[in-house]
């Protein structure tokens, strides 16, 4: 299982990413979750303390680490397209409740467009998470659909978009949709969180086709004080849980 979970910010990503992580950990999965956000805080949402993420680098700002695998550097233009990546899951990321988390950060391609060593290593790396046949892969990727445009998500098995009853929501899925097919990505399902009645429901399937409605996360005011104490959703709202383990079930289907 490869999936892409995207939309705009705000939405709850990271919240349903980091559920759907520890569950199939929970079922002694090989789990993967890698955080693709500039604002990288799935580690926090799968259970870890501020301290320990306090220590991690994201592997897009590690500067040494990308020149020695492309050969880029300041007296050097010309890098490698194809760097040796396949040691790096393993040996930077960190595991918390059976969730092995991998900070990727994010390219900032203000001024020097997107072909750029952070980003091979970037899509390198994320390439090689799709071939890992045995884990279950989750990216929690940044807000927005710049990640698409750059076709750094090329080649998941499926994008998981997380909206909330709203029109920009529901376009975003609608670009999300269009953009994917030109990556070779098979399915966009969508996720509706923040639901707070069957009015919003009834606006969700009136807009998202069947079967790309994975299911509904209710609003939960647990969610919100998981977030508050710095917890992972996982540990204090059940019956968050137990809704994303409905999606998660579909997803398996």
Same mark, same amino acid.
């Given at each position: 299982?490869?999936?892409?979970?995207?939309? +705009?910010?705000?939405?709850?990503?990271?919240?349903?990413?980091?559920?759907?992580?520890?569950?199939?950990?929970?079922?002694?999965?090989?789990?993967?979750?890698?955080?693709?956000?500039?604002?990288?805080?799935?580690?926090?949402?799968?259970?870890?303390?501020?301290?320990?993420?306090?220590?991690?680098?994201?592997?897009?700002?590690?500067?040494?680490?990308?020149?020695?695998?492309?050969?880029?550097?300041?007296?050097?233009?010309?890098?490698?397209?194809?760097? +040796?990546?396949?040691?790096?899951?393993?040996?930077?990321?960190?595991?918390?409740?059976?969730?092995?988390?991998?900070?990727?950060?994010?390219?900032?391609?203000?001024?020097?467009?997107?072909?750029?060593?952070?980003?091979?290593?970037?899509?390198?790396?994320?390439?090689?998470?799709?071939?890992?046949?045995?884990?279950?892969?989750?990216?929690?990727?940044?807000?927005?659909?710049?990640?698409?445009?750059?076709?750094?998500?090329?080649?998941?098995?499926?994008?998981?978009?997380?909206?909330?009853?709203?029109?920009?929501?529901?376009?975003?899925?609608?670009?999300?949709?269009?953009?994917?097919?030109?990556?070779?990505?098979? +399915?966009?399902?969508?996720?509706?969180?923040?639901?707070?009645?069957?009015?919003?429901?009834?606006?969700?399937?009136?807009?998202?086709?069947?079967?790309?409605?994975?299911?509904?996360?209710?609003?939960?005011?647990?969610?919100?004080?998981?977030?508050?104490?710095?917890?992972?959703?996982?540990?204090?709202?059940?019956?968050?849980?137990?809704?994303?383990? +409905?999606?998660?079930?579909?997803?398996?289907?």
């Amino acid at each position: 299982m490869k999936i892409a979970v995207t939309g +705009k910010g705000g939405v709850g990503k990271t919240t349903f990413a980091a559920t759907l992580a520890r569950l199939y950990a929970e079922e002694g999965k090989n789990v993967l979750a890698a955080d693709v956000d500039p604002d990288a805080n799935l580690g926090l949402a799968l259970g870890f303390s501020e301290d320990e993420l306090d220590s991690i680098i994201p592997i897009t700002k590690m500067r040494k680490l990308v020149e020695e695998r492309t050969g880029a550097s300041a007296d050097n233009r010309f890098y490698k397209l194809n760097p +040796k990546v396949d040691d790096i899951p393993d040996t930077y990321s960190r595991t918390c409740n059976g969730v092995k988390l991998l900070v990727l950060g994010t390219v900032d391609t203000a001024g020097s467009g997107c072909v750029c060593p952070e980003h091979v290593m970037l899509k390198r790396i994320i390439n090689h998470l799709v071939l890992r046949s045995n884990d279950v892969v989750i990216l929690d990727m940044e807000a927005g659909l710049e990640h698409l445009g750059r076709g750094t998500t090329e080649g998941m098995e499926q994008f998981v978009v997380v909206i909330e009853p709203g029109a920009r929501s529901i376009q975003t899925y609608k670009n999300v949709k269009r953009l994917a097919s030109g990556l070779g990505v098979r +399915k966009v399902r969508v996720v509706a969180n923040k639901v707070r009645n069957e009015e919003d429901e009834t606006f969700i399937r009136e807009r998202i086709p069947e079967e790309d409605l994975l299911g509904f996360i209710h609003y939960n005011s647990e969610v919100i004080d998981a977030d508050r104490q710095g917890k992972s959703p996982y540990d204090v709202s059940r019956s968050a849980v137990e809704e994303i383990k +409905k999606i998660k079930e579909k997803l398996d289907a």
